[in-house]
């Protein structure tokens, strides 16, 4: 099966946001990468990161553009945790009414923010660098990515809430028919509210 169609992905929402250096150090790990894909190339252009597609393919020309995920590096402040006795209240009558100030420092997120063509771009190795995305989403401790895709013939529902997988299911609704639709409009030429 050529990658070009192993799969497809028709809908995506993602809001996942993580350390930078997690998404680094997940990709140096040797992760297990799906069908298709040698390799994942990371890239970062001012604040915007990219992981493109290195094809298994060799007969792909390296002027082919392959998928790519795209994220924004933003900056957060995280704080340690607050010590316990922090939490039990105010003390009266000590002298130490100052509080101590959390320790924190900025760190780098990548979010990977927005729909399938902001998030997952162009079409070769598309469904692969989605299997990567959802990947990435299990190693997130915030946000969320949902997404209707097709594999095999079968339409699979993703949704990964909190890197933690949920149930998801596909709704499918009859939309409606051609004649209905050339129906439904205004019919102008037999309009009593308009005068000749």
């Given at each position: 099966?050529?990658?070009?169609n192993?799969?497809?992905v028709?809908?995506?929402?993602?809001?996942l946001?993580l350390?930078?250096?997690?998404?680094?150090?997940f990709?140096?790990?040797?992760?297990e990468?799906?069908?298709?894909?040698?390799?994942?190339?990371?890239?970062?252009?001012?604040?915007?990161?990219?992981?493109?597609?290195?094809s298994?393919?060799?007969?792909?020309?390296k002027?082919t553009p392959t998928?790519q995920?795209k994220?924004?590096?933003?900056?957060?402040r995280?704080?340690?945790e607050?010590?316990d006795?922090?939490?039990?209240?105010?003390?009266?009558?000590?002298?130490e009414?100052?509080?101590?100030?959390?320790?924190?420092?900025?760190?780098e997120?990548?979010?990977?923010?927005?729909?399938r063509?902001t998030?997952l771009?162009n079409?070769?190795l598309?469904?692969?660098?989605?299997?990567?995305?959802?990947?990435?989403?299990?190693?997130?401790e915030?946000?969320?990515?949902?997404a209707i895709t097709?594999h095999?013939?079968?339409?699979d529902?993703?949704?990964i809430?909190?890197g933690e997988?949920?149930?998801a299911?596909?709704?499918?609704?009859?939309g409606?028919?051609?004649?209905?639709?050339?129906?439904?409009?205004?019919n102008?030429?037999?309009?009593k509210?308009?005068?000749d």
């Amino acid at each position: 099966m050529s990658a070009e169609n192993s799969g497809q992905v028709f809908r995506l929402h993602s809001t996942l946001e993580l350390p930078l250096e997690d998404v680094r150090e997940f990709l140096s790990n040797d992760p297990e990468l799906p069908d298709g894909i040698e390799s994942v190339d990371i890239t970062r252009r001012n604040n915007t990161l990219i992981l493109k597609a290195i094809s298994a393919d060799k007969s792909v020309s390296k002027y082919t553009p392959t998928a790519q995920l795209k994220a924004s590096v933003v900056e957060n402040r995280v704080y340690e945790e607050e010590p316990d006795d922090q939490h039990r209240g105010p003390r009266w009558g000590d002298e130490e009414e100052e509080e101590e100030e959390i320790p924190s420092e900025l760190v780098e997120f990548a979010a990977f923010k927005g729909d399938r063509e902001t998030v997952l771009q162009n079409s070769l190795l598309q469904y692969e660098m989605f299997l990567v995305l959802c990947a990435i989403a299990r190693e997130a401790e915030k946000g969320t990515l949902t997404a209707i895709t097709a594999h095999d013939g079968d339409l699979d529902a993703t949704r990964i809430v909190d890197g933690e997988d949920r149930p998801a299911s596909i709704e499918v609704v009859e939309g409606r028919s051609e004649g209905q639709a050339a129906n439904s409009g205004v019919n102008w030429r037999d309009n009593k509210f308009i005068s000749d």
